[in-house]
Nanobody, 118 residues
């Protein structure tokens, strides 16, 4: 599975951005898609997840502001980010979990920078 992100950039606080992540390859095996973010010098933390059935979960810090969605026909997952705050500034990574029988693999995109100016 290959993941390619787009949509990052610079935005003022209070603004919005939409991240996209297009998956290719063995997309039939993908069960969960997610967005993570990473601050400099820190580990990646999950922001939002969505299952193949459409169930979603969010980090407390983004609940009510971010929305994750997926278009299975396009093999694409989105992260709509509204009411952005300075502390949302980070590199955002797309993540896919694929199940091949008893084997589970995890894949990452290259990351996209989101910068929120205060």
């Amino acid at each position: 599975v290959q993941l390619v992100e787009s949509g990052g950039g610079l935005v003022q606080a209070g603004g919005s951005l939409r991240l996209s992540c297009a998956a290719s390859g063995s997309t039939f095996a993908i069960s969960v898609l997610a967005w993570y973010r990473q601050y400099p010098g820190e580990q990646r933390d999950v922001v939002a997840t969505i299952t193949s059935g459409g169930s979603t979960n969010y980090a407390d810090s983004v609940k009510g502001r971010f929305t994750i969605s997926r278009d299975n026909a396009k093999n694409t997952v989105y992260l709509q980010m509204n009411s952005l705050k300075f502390e949302d500034t980070a590199v955002y990574y797309c993540n896919a979990v694929a199940q091949y029988g008893d084997v589970r693999d995890t894949y990452w995109g290259q990351g996209t920078q989101v910068t929120v100016s205060s």
